[in-house]
Every structure is written in C-alpha cells, then in structure tokens.
C-alpha cells in the first residue's frame, strides 16, 4: 500500500478532470488526479484506425470549446493546441435525390444566400437570427457557463433589451426545435439547420426547449464554426495535460478509484485498485458519472435516503452506435455541396427526424437512421494521407436497447443510408469499425450503456435537476466533495465548464472555511486578551 497526501484529488482524466486539475494547481494546491484507464482525456481521444488514418473516438468537433471562456482561459494554444476548419461548417441534406442541402458556412452573408435558395425570404431571416445573436449571444453564454442559480447573465440581458423582450426571448427559447424552426423560417433547409443541431443533445425535435439546443449550437457554429483539433481530438486532452502539469499537477493514469473515505461528514481520502491512497486536505473532486460517484464510491450511510430515491430516477442519454471508415477516396455524395462540410446531418429531412425520435422513443431500432456524419480529413488534412478520407457517423439506440445484435444492424442500416445519399460509397471504404455501446463504455466507464451525454439533456434533468432535484450546482451532500463531470450543470459538450465549476467551488469553500477561521480565531484571541494584565 502507498500512501501520499494532496490538497486535491481529482477521480477521472476526462477533459473536464484535466481542467479541474489545471485551475487547482494554478492556484497554489497540490493536485494529484487518478484516472483509470491508460491514456488521459476520456471522450477526447484519438487513435490510428487503419495505417495513416486518425478516428476521434468519441467527440470530434469542438464548438462549444471554441466558444468556452474556461478553455479560452487556459490558452491552450501556448501550450501547442492548433485549430482546423473544413472549408463549410455543416450540411444538411433535404432529400437523397441530389436536392440543394442546407449549408453554414462561417460566412452568415453566404449562409443566408444558400438558405434563400430554399425559400426567398429565409437569408433575410437568417441575417435577422444573427443579430439577434450578436446582441445577447453572450449573455446567454454567460448564463449557460457559470453556476446554477446564474445571475450576471440573465442580469445583462435585462439591461440590453428590457423585461418585455426578456419574456418574449423566455417563450423563444422554451419553444420545440420543429415550432422554433417554423416560427423564424419558411423553408425547410434552414429549419433544418436548426433541428438537426438540436438532436445533438437526445432532446425530441417536438419536447420543450430543444429548440435552444438547435439554436445554440447553429448560431456557435455560425459565428465559432465548427474546429477540429489538428492531429485528432487526442491533442486537444494531450494539451489540457500539459497545462496541468506545466501549472504543478500530478496526473496519474492506470489508477481505478474504488472508493472515497468520508469521515465527519467530509471526503478526506481516496482509494485506488493497485493499493493507492491518497488523502486530501482540501478536496476531492469526481469527474465520473453521477450513479457511479453516489452509488459505487462513496458509503451508503454517507448519503441521505432522498439522494438514493433520486438516483432511481436518473435518466441516461440514448446509447450512441459509431461507425468509423477508412476511406480511400473523397465520399462521391450526389449532392457537390456536401462535399466541404466537416459535419453532415445525414438521414432524415423534418418529417423524418419526427419518425426517428418516435422510433427512439417508442423502442424502435430506426429503420432509417437519422446520423451525425463526419469528414475529419476535409475539416484536418493531417487525418489521412492526401486523396483520401477518415470518416466517421454516430446514431443512436432507444434507452434500454445496447446489445451488440442490434448495434450491428443499427450500423448496417447506417451504411446503407451513406449509401443513399453517396452511390458508390461501399466501394471507396478501405477498413470499417463499429463502436457499439459496450466499446464506449469499456473504453471510457463514463459512457454507461453508451451515453455519451453524461444523463439526458431534457428540462426534466437540467438546470436545478441535474444530476437529481436540488443539487445542481458541483457542490454534493458530502462536505470537500465536488461533482466536475458532464453529469453536472452545464451538462454534456466539451466546454470544461463542470470541471472549472468544481475548482471554483473548492477553492471558495475554502476562502470561506478561511474567513470563519479568521473571525473566529480574532475573537479567540480577543476573548483571551481583554482580561490579561498586559490590556489591563
């Protein structure tokens, strides 16, 4: 047995781990951070798939890091992170048929110009959206990146546009993706953009408040695009590995943590399966999944009988299928203007998305896949050799369907329907690989049944829901014991705001824990110094 003490812990090298283990060392804390498996990063990783072509396993593009103050703040490109675009930010096929796709470029005038195509009036109203955005966007992302309950955001909104647009903006975003899309356009390519980036988060085109996703994320898109970091998603871990070491952080991998000691109602030390133990002063923060910290590490007479009725509830995302492909030429799409995009929404056009969610809802493996698709080589050229492809598509299972039989059928499906929409494509496909639920999860114990969203992203476990009602903000039940992973507010994305709102809250308790010890000790010493002979 080793035993070693830090002023942190931090359990999980996942992006949001990383971050967290950077901030603490920033601030002078001793940090040492365990994760499990062999390679730091979690779902931000990269690896050979065929000889000379790099997959992302897991994420691939990089909005929401583009747009985070907390990733901007590390400058990550001191430490080497370098940035790549595919010359358009995202297609969306309408039809199969060769059908003019809906297109954002990181240009709004020639988003708009493509979309007017569709319908006249649709590059006006895109124009519209946009300033729209230019004057709240970054309210609205302070209120989303900082901790729940926000203030400062919605504060600044109030001030810039008055409490009568305020509860108009209120109704805009509560709306579904499918009623946002036909409010604001006329034309379905452009309310394609819209819901297509909604099912990005497992929220249904028709619940509430999925149109904030779709909105969110297209206008991040529009103004970020949508980067790729150059050499593979593994650079982008590798560099938030460096900065936390470069800042005085240990990072540790090939250490599973089986279980947290808590004594007097604090977390004050961590155990790992080679013998492990570290104590911490301080902290212990947990970049895992919700279930796995409450239910597999932590005492169960450490946890309120509320908290574990909660857990019952806890809903995970939809499991994800991933198909990755070698390919030894461009994809031949029938569409020339999905050719540049890194990102394409593949399978389904507004009716189709409703069929598919139904599907995903009622239990129904889809029989048309509706399939975020990926052209890493034309956002990086340095994914593949010259001429060539490193391609990728993810769909998604119904909750409670993962077993291997039907993620393989779910991915020939997915074949098929590239297929569709690029004849000949089968023939360019030099080496196939398929992700199914159970390689996610064995990969990265974070992705339960393939859940790569860290709990649904529905109202009904978001903001003050998430992860159960009450706790959602990092701080837990148990005192010095943080939550820094997606299953906490904000949520799913690589953003690095769940690990930053955890450091952030260590190192207030303790500023807090300071300032009592202060007042305290001066009374103390006030008490034991008024009535000596030398204040006499």
């Known amino acids: ?20 283990a950077a901030v603490l060392a ?22 050979e798939l065929h000889p000379g072509f790099t997959a992302d396993l897991f994420s691939a593009f990089y909005p929401l890091s583009a747009a985070s103050p907390v990733l901007r703040s590390l400058e990550l490109e001191r430490c080497g992170l370098r940035w790549s675009h595919a010359p358009a930010v995202l297609a969306h096929p309408v039809r199969p048929d060769g059908a003019p796709a809906a297109v954002l470029h990181r240009d709004r005038e020639a988003t708009a110009a493509g979309l007017a195509e569709h319908h006249p009036r649709d590059g006006d109203a895109w124009l519209a959206l946009c300033a729209q955005w230019d004057e709240i966007g970054d309210a ?20 810039r546009i008055g409490t009568a647009d305020a509860l108009r903006l209120a109704r805009f975003l509560a709306l579904p993706a499918r009623r946002m899309g036909e409010e604001l356009f006329a034309g379905e390519g452009a309310r394609l953009l819209l819901a297509g980036n909604a099912v990005h988060a497992d929220a249904p085109p028709d619940a509430t408040v999925s149109g904030v996703f779709g909105w969110l994320l297209a206008m991040l898109g529009q103004k970020h695009g949508f ?33 947290i000691d808590v004594r007097g109602g604090r977390a004050v030390a961590v155990h790992s ?27 169960a007479d450490a946890l309120p009988p ?40 593949l399978g389904a056009d507004e009716a189709g998305l409703t069929r598919w969610s139904a599907d995903i809802e009622s239990r129904a493996v889809p029989q048309t896949p509706f399939m975020l698709f990926g052209q890493m080589t034309t956002a990086d050229p340095s994914r593949s050799p010259e001429g060539t492809e490193s391609a990728w598509a993810y769909t998604h299972l119904p909750r409670g369907v993962s077993d291997d039989d039907a ?12 297929e569709e929409f690029a004849p000949g494509f089968g023939a360019t496909v030099l080496h196939r690989a398929v992700q199914r639920p159970g390689d996610l999860q064995a990969a990265d114990p974070n992705l339960v049944h393939g859940a790569v969203n860290g709990g649904t992203a529905q109202l009904f476990q978001q ?12 701080e837990t039940v148990v005192g010095g014991l943080y939550l820094g992973s997606a299953a906490a507010h904000p949520g799913g994305g690589v953003h690095g705001v769940c690990g930053w709102l955890a450091a952030r809250a260590a190192l207030g308790e303790q500023r807090a824990l300071g300032a009592v010890r202060r007042r305290v000790t001066s009374a103390a010493l006030e008490l034991i110094y008024r009535d000596s002979p030398s204040a006499r």
């Open 1 to 20: 047995m080793t035993i070693r003490t830090a002023d942190a812990v931090v359990i999980g090298g996942g992006h949001h781990g990383l971050v967290a």
């Open 26 to 47: 920033d601030a002078g804390w001793d940090v040492c951070l365990l994760e499990s498996s062999d390679v730091l990063g979690g779902a931000v990783r990269s690896a």
């Open 140 to 159: 609205v992302l302070r209120t989303v990146f900082t901790a729940f309950p926000p203030v400062r955001g919605p504060a600044a909104l109030l001030r």
């Open 227 to 259: 980067p790729a970091p150059v050499g593979g998603a593994g650079e982008l871990a590798a560099t938030l590995a460096r900065r936390a070491r470069a800042a005085g952080a240990e990072l540790c991998t090939g250490e599973h943590v089986e279980r």
């Open 273 to 299: 399966a080679t013998g492990l133990t570290v104590r911490a002063r301080r902290a212990v923060i947990a970049d895992v999944a919700a279930p796995t910290l409450y239910r597999d590490l932590l005492p």
């Open 306 to 345: 509320r908290l574990h009725a909660d857990l019952d509830r806890f809903e995970w995302d939809t499991p994800v299928v991933k198909v990755n492909w070698a390919l030894e030429g461009p994809i031949p799409w029938r569409n020339p203007g999905v050719a540049g995009a890194g990102t394409v929404h």
């Open 407 to 418: 993620a393989d059928e779910l991915a020939r499906r997915v074949d098929a329907t590239v």
């Open 463 to 474: 903001l003050v829901f998430r992860p159960v009602p009450g706790l959602g903000r990092s």
